[in-house]
């Protein structure tokens, strides 16, 4: 069982430069989450996707975008990259509201 | 804006030893969860509170969800080294489920 992807685990940006992080998920979930995790820190929702062809912004939105591409696959891209950046990023997934949520491994990020 | 704030956040403690853990907001949840997350490695689920008043057993962890739906606790009883960990609760309204702030356990021998 696969269960969430996260490619890449690992990236170093300069200033200004632009990537996507990808997401997939093998359960059929609904949901789909990007978090981000500074250290020591709990996680900070970036936006979310309820569904196939939805979503939302979450607590710290700014400076990023996301796709839902189909009920797989949620990327999220940063356009131009900040130093302010630099943390851990989780993807999640989950059936419905109240069911468990699932994780990625992460992909660390550091921004310079 | 929801906001999860978690009490202490960090917690350094004997084998042996009980303590309790806290996760308290300003807004109402349908559900709490509570997860616990490893070095290197996403969090996991340990347990869903969805109903006002709610306590679950786990073992050595007890889990409350308050009267109101704004709070909740976890409770370790003779904690263990293998209980160290970064522990973090998670409220949900709708599909929106936002993390708590982290009570990073260390358990000695």
């Known amino acids: 069982n696969a269960g969430v992807t996260q490619t890449p685990k690992f990236q170093v940006l300069k200033t200004g430069q632009s990537m996507t992080l990808q997401c997939a998920q093998d359960?059929?979930?609904?949901?789909m989450y990007w978090y981000r995790q500074d250290p020591g820190m709990g996680l900070r929702l970036i936006y979310y996707?309820?569904?196939?062809?939805?979503?939302d912004k979450g607590e710290v939105p700014n400076g990023y975008n996301v796709s839902r591409l189909n009920k797989r696959e949620f990327s999220l891209r940063l356009e131009s990259a900040a130093p302010s950046q630099t943390s851990v990023y989780f993807c999640?997934?989950?059936?419905?509201?109240?069911?468990?949520?699932?994780f990625g491994q992460g992909t660390r990020l550091t921004v310079v | 804006t929801q906001l999860l704030e978690q009490s202490p956040q960090f917690l350094s403690i004997q084998e042996g030893e009980n303590l309790t853990v806290y996760c308290n907001s300003s807004?109402?949840?349908?559900?709490l969860q509570w997860y616990r997350q490893e070095p290197g490695e996403g969090p996991v689920l340990l347990v869903t509170?969805?109903?006002?008043?709610e306590v679950k057993k786990l073992k050595r962890l007890t889990f409350q969800f308050g009267d109101a739906r704004k709070d909740s606790s976890l409770h370790i009883t003779a904690a263990q080294p293998g209980d160290t960990g970064l522990y973090l609760c998670?409220?949900?309204?709708?599909?929106?489920?936002?993390f708590g702030t982290g009570t990073r356990l260390q358990v000695f021998p």
């Open positions: 999640a997934s989950r059936q419905q509201m109240n069911t468990e949520a699932f």
């Open positions: 359960m059929n979930h609904n949901s």
């Open positions: 996707s309820a569904s196939e062809g939805t979503t």
């Open positions: 807004s109402v949840f349908s559900s």
């Open positions: 509170v969805v109903t006002g008043g």
């Open positions: 998670a409220g949900a309204n709708t599909d929106k489920l936002i």
